[in-house]
């Protein structure tokens, strides 16, 4: 797989620019501050975000969202849209993946055949102070533009998501990672016993919940400290305290799942109609085109001399 075309929109000092007609090798040549390193941070910004293999998400290594933006205003949303090969495989596939959710339109399906380009169109917004990045668009075509706006030329649409959607996928997303990190302190206290249960146990059923907070207060949320009060209080045995802890983990672990899959208000537009959840096939695509493995060389100067070295520890490009 490699890169045909890629096209930017407000992407931090590249108010509107593009790569036309890549090849397997590409150089980038221009001044210092042209926008050369921009132009493959956006490319790397969207490979990241496909590398999750979801729709929506938080913003990827940045932790200034707002810088990320053409004169830091972000009232409209930034735009990288990306080109790509078709393999034939993954083109097999993916009508493989349709034909399954939506036969009736074997003839629609059909007709991705005929392609050997696929493009993803990532945008990234602000909503109160959280940056969150989602794909716009999926089509199989060829990436174009009207005006400042990109589009697909002569293309079949995969896969559309308005920003209002896109936020509610990434605040469910943002949800289920609190309740990640609450699994994590919960395994954590179940498995090094950093907790004293045995001096536990010893104290008054009404004093165990004030000992939780002064134990755990900095480890986990209040919020599971709330929880697992009443199941210390009522707890005989170390073995009832581990037992209350792994319960609260598989519970908090159901809860995520849910909001994982909990359904938008919006509608995201899919090849075979409206949906209320992330169609599979598009998260499949997603993830396999965020982890194409391309090469990028950085440039270091030492000592007045330039050397080049190859970046191979995440998805790169030159």
Known sequence: ????SVQIRRFRSIASSGLEKC???NILIGKNNAGKSNALSAIELTLLHLARGRVAGNWPASRRPK???NDSDDSTPLRIGIEFDLPTV???EIRTRLTKEAPHLERSIEQIKQHDTIVFILAGSIDEGDGFVFVEQIAVGKLTCKGEDLAIENGIRLLSVTRSVARELFLNIKAAQVLTTDIEALRELSAQRRFPYDFILQQSKDRRATMLRE????AIRMEL??????????AETPGDIENSVNQLIAETRDKML???KRETE???SAFAGDTKTPPAYAEWLIEKFGVMGLTRWREQNRGGRTHTRPMTRKPIYL
């Not at 797989?1 to 045909?4: E, L, P, S, W």
């Not at 134990?215 to 900095?218: D, K, N, R, T, V």
């Open 215 to 218: 134990y755990l207060g900095q």
């Open 23 to 25: 090849g397997a090798l």
């Open 67 to 69: 810088g990320e933006f």
């Open 1 to 4: 797989m490699g890169i045909r």
């Open 225 to 234: 400290i709330r929880q697992l009060g009443p199941r210390f209080a009522s």
């Open 258 to 260: 849910i909001i994982e």
């Open 90 to 92: 993954i083109n097999d």
């Open 266 to 268: 919006g509608a995201i």
